[in-house]
Each structure stands twice: as C-alpha cells, then as structure tokens.
C-alpha cells in the first residue's frame, strides 16, 4: 500500500472582516474546491482567525515602526532587544518576534494580533465544519515563526482541535528494534508546515486541505498545552 498525503489549497475564501461566519466561509469555499471527507486537515492561516475575531487594531499606515508600542503590551515578557527586533514570549507562552504581531497581509493602516486563544479557534471552527460535512474533520491554526539557531521562516501550529499535537514515541521500537526514548513528534507544526508550501506567503491562500493523515492521529490535544515546552524543561530561559 503506497503512503501518501493530498494537500490542495483552497482559493475561494473572500477578505475577511470582524464578526464573519470564518467556518461557513472555509466550508463553501471547500464545497466548491475539493469537498471535505471525514479525516480530512484543515490548515487555517491565523491572519484570517485574527481578522475574524476583531483581533486588529490601528495603527499609523506611513510609520513602519508604529506598531512597536503594542508589542509590549502583548507580551508577557522581553527577552532580547537589538535594533527594532524584540523577541518576546507571549502569554501563549509562544517566543517569537514582536508578539506575533504582523502587518503583511492586512491593509496598511491596521496590524494583526495574535488570536487570544488559538486552541479555541480551532475548536470552533472544527465543530462548526463538522457538523456541516456530517463527519470529523481537524483544524490547525497556522502562522509564520523563526528559528532560533536556523535561517528562514516555516508555518508552524498555534492552535488545533481534533488530532493529537505530539506523536509520542518513547517506548516503541526504531527500524532497527532499539527502543526510543526520547522521541516526540510534532505533528501539528509538521503539518502546518507542509501545508505552507502550497498556501505560500503571498499569495492570498489563507486554507489548504491536508488529506490521507493517519487516522490515529486524531483525538484531543492543545498546542498551549501539549507543544509549548515549559520553563521547567527549557534549557535555554
């Protein structure tokens, strides 16, 4: 049996604006595209969560920088500063640069927030699909880290609903029978990240459907609670 995994961008999700209906959008759009199946992954870019959620906030179009003042007041703390870059943790206990606030893909005079519960979202909009396709389907909400000690940017998970985050496979044997100890699959982000490639960075793509996920990766989970490491285990805070 050849594995293989079906990733389709969904083109047809209008603007978004506060206050509409983002899983009935997702789901006419994939009706109309590459109608969803039970199993089915929906990856779902956090710009768009954020705007629905009215999770914007003004900001002046002509100054680059006139977002930096917000920056802080998302943060739960500073980390490091160096020129206009402040890596930050956020309340999520995500680190990232400038608490995730973005202002690509969104008018020039407004700046995106990161949404405030991204396991929440997921949630939402997974039961709200759901009940339309008839059968289960998972959402990952998606957005754009660094890396600390590695250059380029990938999409990573900040919220899903419905799969589990963490593959653990501590206690299962290797190809070659030696028992694994440490090792903890970060699915969510491995799919969050496959799944940018054929949304791209600016090209408007704010869903893709990733289809043929292995069916026990689906239960519950929280990246809040399952992926961010916490300060008791990091080696680096």
Partial sequence: MVKRLEIAAIEGIPEIVPGDDLAGLIFDACEAEYPLQQGDVLVVSQKVVSKAENRIVKVDPDDPLSHKPLVV?????????????????????????????????????????????????????????????????????????????????????????????????????????????????????????????????????????????DPQWFGPGSVAEDVVRHHDGDLFR
Avoid at 88 to 104: L, P, Q, V
Avoid at 144 to 149: A, C, E, K, N, S
Avoid at 199 to 212: D, E, F, W, Y
């Fill in 73 to 213: 007041s998302e943060a739960k703390r500073v980390l490091r500063r160096r020129g206009d870059l402040i890596i930050t943790e956020t309340k999520h206990g995500f680190i990232c640069a400038n608490a995730g606030i973005d202002r690509s893909n969104v008018a020039p005079d407004v700046a995106a927030l990161l949404p405030e519960d991204s396991d929440r979202s997921a949630r939402r909009i997974r039961d709200a699909v759901t009940h339309r396709v008839g059968a289960p389907v998972a959402v990952i909400v998606a957005d754009t880290f660094g890396r600390p000690w590695r250059r380029g940017v990938t999409d990573i998970a900040l919220g899903c609903a419905g799969i589990l985050p963490i593959l653990d496979l501590r206690g299962t044997p290797d190809a070659l029978g030696r028992i694994m100890h440490v090792t903890e699959v970060c699915i969510v982000d491995e799919l969050a990240g496959a799944a940018e490639l054929i949304r791209g960075k600016s090209t408007g793509v704010a869903v893709a459907v990733v289809r043929g996920v």
